[in-house]
């Protein structure tokens, strides 16, 4: 393992956009797969793209910018907070950064996500707008529970730059349910009507 967190360093230090990107691209795609693999349908390789595009193309540059503004954001508040109480209280911190990022970064990103993967489908902008409508409070719900624990290992022990490698490999977990969710019976209902 040793040797893996060094090359990661390495290229999050210098290349940090790309290796994210990468990283997420290559972790998504194994928890699409492990989604698919234990349905009983045949494995969907587009659907696989689909999955690896987003991640690649969004979820690990997005990851990137949201964990160094958010530790940035978190800094300001620090200097700003009466009696140095978010300096004192290590909790505190945590619990704004979770808040943050569950009620300010998540919502709009599980949007598009759920529009992405039906535009990438092919549906209308309608129809994967109903996606977006159908699945995302059920998301949201579930993400709310999972990924509050989640960031609370990652605000208080992940060092910054290795957070976006932390949330993909619990991401891989993630992506595996999200893409079960993206490719539920209710998308088969929308893409029946779709193909009319």
């Known amino acids: 393992m040793q040797p893996f967190l060094q090359w990661y ?12 990107s990468a990283t997420a691209c290559v972790l998504f795609s194994f928890g699409d ?16 793209f689909r999955m690896a595009l987003w991640a690649g193309a969004f ?5 990137h910018f949201w964990y160094n503004a958010l ?3 978190g800094a300001r508040l620090v200097l ?9 209280s290590p909790a505190a911190m945590t619990g704004f950064k979770v808040f943050s990022d569950q ?7 599980s949007c598009l996500f759920f529009f992405t993967m039906a535009a990438m489908q092919g549906f209308s902008v309608v129809e994967s707008i109903a996606e977006v409508q159908l699945k995302l409070w059920p998301t949201l719900k579930i993400n709310w529970v999972v990924w509050s624990l989640v960031h609370c290992i990652t605000f208080n022990v992940v060092p910054l730059p290795y957070r976006v490698a932390f949330v993909n490999v619990v991401s891989v977990f993630w992506a595996c349910f999200i893409s079960m969710v993206a490719a539920s019976a209710a998308t088969i209902t929308v893409s029946a009507t779709h193909e009319m």
């Open 59 to 63: 979820a690990g540059p997005a990851g």
């Open 103 to 109: 009620f300010v970064y998540t919502p709009p990103c």
């Open 33 to 48: 797969l492990i989604a698919q693999l234990s349905s009983d349908r045949p494995l969907d390789v587009s659907r696989l």
């Open 71 to 73: 530790e940035a954001a």
């Open 80 to 88: 700003r907070s009466p009696g140095g109480l978010l300096a004192r």
């Open 9 to 20: 360093a390495h290229h999050t230090h210098h290349s940090p956009i790309l290796t994210k």
